[in-house]
């Protein structure tokens, strides 16, 4: 079958490191997106992975490996602007080009 | 536009109603997405066009749900005799081409409470 996995909710303090895991098992899977949404707002693209290894946008890098069915999404230098719902979703040659499956979400908490 | 834009951005019926939702892409954007996301949970993908014509229609949930697009433009999501389990919000999104990694741009939503 088809999931993806994420952690519910992820805690850190301004400046931190936070890491979110995002796990999948997808028939012909192609690659690894992630999306921001801030309360109440629209989804808002960050990175895609299509190969594996690391993605570096700003603060923000993304990782993938393919032979671990895994991916991440590091935030760096954590801002209280950073205090949102962090989506991975995942593409396969088996849909259209047009489907993403998205995760549930895991929401990061910055606190001062 | 500058954006994506849906209209309206609320909408309360009752169930049994119909209901239309609109979703404006950005100018030039080929393909163009809606999903619905439920209180607390991922986005669910519902249809995916491709100029006007829908690839991929798998993740409509029952008959009562169907969508069209003209001009290659402008999309509507139609919703027959809503049900409470419908109350969601709506979301569209566009971008350039369907392709793999075309980032895609989200309108902000339309709400929908069914009583």
């Known amino acids: 079958g088809q999931s993806l996995e994420q952690p519910s909710e992820v805690t850190a303090v301004e400046g931190a490191i936070v890491q979110i895991n995002c796990t999948y098992q997808?028939?012909?899977?192609?690659?690894l997106s992630w999306y921001q949404q801030h309360d109440g707002g629209a989804p808002t693209f960050l990175s895609y992975n299509g190969l594996d290894g690391l993605e570096e946008t700003g603060r923000f890098s993304s990782f993938l490996s393919r032979s671990d069915s895994y991916g991440y999404l590091l935030l760096q230098e954590l801002q209280m602007k950073d205090s949102a719902s962090y989506l991975c979703?995942?593409?396969?040659?088996?849909?259209?080009?047009?489907?993403?499956?998205f995760g549930a979400g895991t929401q990061v908490v910055v606190t001062p | 536009g500058a954006g994506v834009s849906q209209s309206p951005s609320n909408k309360v019926t009752e169930k049994g109603k119909d209901v239309e939702l609109r979703c404006d892409p950005i100018?030039?954007?080929?393909?163009l997405y809606w999903y619905r996301q439920s209180l607390g949970q991922g986005l669910e993908f519902l249809i995916y066009f491709q100029g006007n014509s829908a690839p991929d229609k798998s993740g409509l949930p029952s008959d009562r749900f169907s969508a069209e697009r003209t001009g290659g433009s402008v999309s509507t999501l139609t919703i027959q005799r809503t049900q409470q389990e419908d109350s969601a919000v709506y979301l569209c999104?566009?971008?350039?081409?369907?392709?793999?990694?075309?980032?895609?741009?989200f309108g902000p939503g339309t709400r929908l409470t069914v009583l």
């Open positions: 999104a566009s971008s350039l081409g369907g392709g793999a990694g075309n980032e895609q741009f």
């Open positions: 100018s030039g954007h080929t393909a």
């Open positions: 997808t028939s012909g899977f192609y690659g």
């Open positions: 979703a995942v593409r396969s040659v088996t849909w259209s080009w047009g489907k993403l499956q």
